[in-house]
């Protein structure tokens, strides 16, 4: 027998457009953003049922600080269409490259998947397909469609990409009715060309208002990271854009840099300035605010949720 090593070939680079960059300095943590190692059994737990079903999660392709406390409560946030994204954004961790087909068995293996876990809201995000003539718009409504009929009680909310160039592919989500439509703006505009060069910063806001003049029956949401070099008076110009297309609720999270290849953390934004944000959002008219250090798009969302329905019927009752 004859054993051959292959010396030649070598795993494909995860993030390939980064590597010929420089490296950039990193940061030390301060106290408040460190968290513990998952090792818990709900997170073991999540993990096997999540393997068994050959799902991935933006939990870890993302490198999510807050794994171990959600999986242990069997939270966890499912990443549809594949593991590689066409976009290269400076800030993320998931892998960029040509994507491989759509499994079309996804969409009853993530039903089957938060069936067994017992989710009564989950959240399906997705990495950006360029590729695809609607985006993968279709393949999040047959995901929706598919949770719909093996867990009726499960509430829907869905983190999508901005559909950029892809006519009739909001459409096409919205009318199969998750209960909550979220699309991250991720930073302030003067940011989008060093940290999003592949989105359009008022694409991002009109999607959202469309979301709304289609079907204000869904609640809207999106996300920013701070510490990215914004300015403060950036984040509450930013609010207000989001406030003038009728979005619900804005989360804030820090920013923490992936790799030495990704765009470096300008500042560790204190949790005193996130208390603050979240003050100055609540005047504007959020229904909900999230915003602390580890704060993530995902990140409580399903008593968050509660939260956003309860504050919906509030309001309601005192305007009526």
């Known amino acids: 027998m004859v054993t051959v090593l292959d010396t030649v ?23 408040w953003i460190r968290v513990k190692a998952p090792t818990s059994r709900g997170y073991l737990e999540t993990r096997a049922i999540v393997k068994t079903n050959k799902l991935v999660t933006v939990c870890e392709e993302a490198g999510c600080p807050n794994i171990g406390e959600c999986w242990d409560k069997k939270h966890a946030t499912f990443m549809i269409m594949g593991e590689i994204c066409t976009r290269a954004c400076a800030f993320c961790n998931v892998a960029t490259g040509i994507p491989g087909p759509l499994d079309p068995e996804e969409p009853a293996n993530v039903a089957k998947a938060v069936r067994e876990m ?4 989950v959240v399906i995000t997705s990495v950006d ?12 409504a047959d995901v929706i469609y598919a949770i719909r009929a093996a867990a009726p009680a499960t509430t829907i909310e869905i983190l999508t990409p901005d559909f950029l160039r892809k006519e009739g592919a909001l459409e096409i989500v919205v009318a199969a009715r998750p209960d909550v439509f979220n699309h991250n703006l991720e930073t302030v505009p003067s940011n989008y060309l060093t940290v999003r060069p592949g989105a359009r910063y008022f694409h991002s806001i009109r999607l959202l208002q469309r979301v709304k003049e289609i079907d204000p029956s ?3 949401k999106s996300g920013i990271m701070v510490g990215l070099g914004e300015e403060r008076n950036e984040v509450l110009q930013l609010m207000d854009d989001l406030r003038s297309a009728d979005v619900d609720f804005i989360t804030i999270g820090q920013y923490l840099q992936p790799t030495r290849k990704h765009h470096p953390v300008k500042k560790f934004v204190t949790p005193e300035e996130f208390k603050s944000y979240e003050t100055v959002a609540y005047t504007k008219g959020f229904l ?6 580890l704060t993530r798009s995902s990140h409580h969302a399903g008593e968050d949720f509660a939260r956003l329905r309860s504050a919906r019927e509030a309001r309601l009752k005192k305007t009526a």
């Open 9 to 31: 070939s070598k795993p494909r680079p995860r993030h390939p457009e980064k590597a010929h960059k420089p490296d950039q300095e990193v940061l030390k943590k301060p106290d």
């Open 288 to 293: 909900m605010v999230s915003s602390s250090p």
């Open 118 to 121: 017992g989710l009564s809201h």
């Open 129 to 140: 397909r360029d590729d695809l003539k609607d985006g993968g718009a279709q393949h999040f």
């Open 218 to 220: 869904i609640f809207t």
